[in-house]
Each structure stands twice: as structure tokens, then as C-alpha cells.
């Protein structure tokens, strides 16, 4: 049985990417080390919390001490690394903690990893979860260009150059010292526990609460969604049978205009479209995302199985079934935050 550690297990894609082993009934044991930031909900993984085969542990993964700790206590296989400060908006209002978390937490990681496998990597993994993001962004026009795992790393905001930063140390402890990892990048997820402060699960409550729905700019931004058991099934797939040091995209072939999906989802709630309201376009606001994959579906046979048009009813199902979790989630000081910072 291998042991790994999960970080940021609580999370959105963590928590659904814990659910969906368990599902497959993976021979594994799981520690999910999660410092229960705002978006992280012990909630997302009641179905399994007694699960002998699942630990919850809370801290932060810029804890050296306490990463020793569970490495010496569990004798990890593997480490997948999601735990990240992930809103866009939010590192622009304050980029330190991205730097703190994305960065050093992921330095801190790889160092204890190293340490306690002693240069003996056989049968060891450390699986660094990442974002198209990290690319910058493509020319509206030409739907022929997509980022492949040879673009130039060219980030626009605080958390894309965390991220981006991340993903150069993990891949200089490969060059430097043959340390075993792999890298993903993914386009946008969609999908159950998502925290409402992203474009979909925002415009979901929102328009439930017949409240305005605010739109960046002109709305016109592209993104290639991907539904996350999509993803995870992409990660495990990776963990399985990636190449070690090798790079791979994650794409859910689904381009789409945000004010598109906004409109599809007025019109699944038989909500209004003078809902949506414009407001000042965000600072270095990327214009188009798109994943080329098949650099993944040619190596490891992986592909996603959902579309968007199937998905997206059993999404905003998911939310309508589950008012109880978002309003749970949903604290007065971030409704603050959003109301102050979306005007």
C-alpha cells in the first residue's frame, strides 16, 4: 500500500482528487496536510473522514517542523502538492502570502522530501500541481495557437508568477539533483465544492440571489474549462505513468467566452440578463487560455471524458442540491470582500 501526502486536500480539485481515489478504491493510505484557509472546508471530505485509509492533518505546509514530523511518521511514497493560494484578485491586493505559500511552501516540500529519501528516489514521486496560467496569455484570433509544455513562461499577475516560480524550483531540484517530479498544468476547472469567489460558482449564487453578476471588461475573456474529475483522473493518470521531470498540460478542449457561460447559466436558472453588470477590467488581465493536450493523450493515453455542455447542468445541480454548503462557506467578512473589491 503506498502512502501519500495530499496537501491541500480540502480544497476544490484536493477534495474532489481524494473522493474520486476512494472511489477507485486505490490501494493507498492518505494524509491530507490542509492549513484551512478560507477555501478549504473540512466539509468537502465528510463522505470519507472515517475512512481508515484517510488522515486529516491541519497545518501549514511552510512548517518545516511539522512537514518533518509527518515524514518521519508516515514514511511518504509520494507527495502531490495542491495546496496553493489560487485567486487572481486576491494577489493583486496582496501578493505576500502567494510569494509565502505558493513559493516557499513548495521549497519547503521539496526539501523535506529530499532529506527523507536520502537520495534514493526508486518507487518515490512529488507530483507539483500547477496552472495554464503560467503561460500568459494567447491571441484571440488564431485558435490554432494553444499553450503547449514548450511556451515561454511568461506570467501577468502575483499569483501566476508564484505559481510559475514554484514550478521552476520543482523542476531545478530535477536538473540539479535527479529528484523525482512531475509537473501538471490544467485550464479552469468547474465542478462540485468549488469556493464561490471563481466565475462559475460566483454567478451561480449570485443569480440565485438575484444579486448583480459582476463581469471583467467586456466579458470576452476565453478559457478552456475542464471538469475537475476530469483532472483528477488526468493527475492520477501522471502519477501512474508520467515520465519523471517531464511536464504535462491539462485540457478540457472547451473554449469559451466568460460572458458566454454567465449567459448559459442565467438561462438554466431562468434568471435575467440585466443581472449582469460590467465593471472596470482587472489589472493585467489575461485575454485567452487554451490547453494543448496532446502531448498527454499521446504518452498516456489520457483524454477527458465530459463535455462542458453535459457538465455544466450538473454543476449548477450540484449547487442548487447543496445551498446548505455555500451558504456554510459563505462568510460575512468575504461577502464584504467581494462587494468592496468587484465595483
Not at 490542509?34 to 511552510?62: H, M, V, W
Not at 496553493?84 to 493583486?92: F, M, T
Not at 529519501?117 to 496560467?133: A, G, P
Not at 491571441?139 to 494553444?146: A, G, L
Amino acid at each position: 500500500m503506498k502512502t501519500i501526502l495530499v496537501t491541500g486536500g480540502s480544497g476544490f480539485i484536493g477534495s474532489n482528487f481524494i473522493q474520486y481515489l476512494f472511489k477507485k478504491n486505490e490501494e493507498i493510505f492518505i494524509v491530507n496536510l490542509d492549513y484551512l484557509t478560507y477555501a478549504g472546508n473540512p466539509e468537502n471530505l465528510k463522505p470519507i473522514e472515517s475512512n481508515k485509509k484517510y488522515k486529516f492533518i491541519q497545518g501549514d505546509i511552510c512548517n518545516q517542523e511539522l512537514v518533518e514530523f509527518l515524514f518521519n511518521e508516515y514514511n511518504f511514497d509520494s507527495v502531490i502538492n495542491f495546496a496553493a493560494e489560487s485567486h487572481v484578485d486576491r494577489s493583486i491586493h496582496n501578493p505576500n502570502i502567494f510569494i509565502k505559500t505558493n513559493v516557499m511552501g513548495t521549497a519547503t516540500l521539496l526539501n523535506v522530501a529530499k532529506r527523507f529519501w536520502k537520495n534514493n528516489y526508486k518507487n518515490k514521486k512529488f507530483l507539483q500541481i500547477s496552472t495554464d496560467e503560467v503561460y500568459g496569455t494567447l491571441p484571440e484570433n488564431d485558435k490554432n495557437v494553444k499553450f503547449t509544455e514548450q511556451t515561454k513562461l511568461q506570467p501577468h499577475s502575483p499569483y501566476s508568477a508564484s505559481k510559475t516560480s514554484a514550478d521552476c524550483i520543482v523542476q531545478s531540484y530535477f536538473d540539479t539533483f535527479k529528484f523525482p517530479i512531475l509537473i501538471t498544468r490544467c485550464s479552469n476547472n468547474y465542478g462540485p465544492y468549488q469556493f464561490p469567489e471563481k466565475l462559475i460558482p460566483l454567478i451561480i449564487h449570485n443569480a440565485l440571489n438575484n444579486k448583480p453578476l459582476p463581469i471583467y471588461g467586456d466579458g470576452k475573456q476565453v478559457r478552456d474549462w475542464l471538469y475537475v474529475e476530469d483532472h483528477c483522473d488526468a493527475i492520477w493518470t501522471v502519477m501512474n505513468k508520467g515520465n519523471i521531470g517531464e511536464v504535462y498540460n491539462i485540457g478540457g478542449n472547451n473554449e469559451i467566452q466568460n460572458i458566454e457561460i454567465v449567459k448559459q447559466i442565467l438561462d438554466y436558472l431562468e434568471k435575467s440578463h440585466s443581472l449582469i453588470t460590467y465593471v472596470k477590467d482587472r489589472l493585467g488581465h489575461d485575454r485567452r487560455y487554451a490547453i494543448d493536450a496532446s502531448k498527454i493523450k499521446k504518452e498516456l493515453d489520457w483524454s477527458p471524458k465530459y463535455k462542458f455542455e453535459d457538465m455544466i447542468g450538473e454543476t449548477i445541480n450540484w449547487y442548487l442540491d447543496n445551498s446548505n454548503w455555500v451558504k456554510n462557506v459563505i462568510s460575512g467578512d468575504y461577502l464584504k470582500w467581494i462587494d468592496t473589491n468587484y465595483k
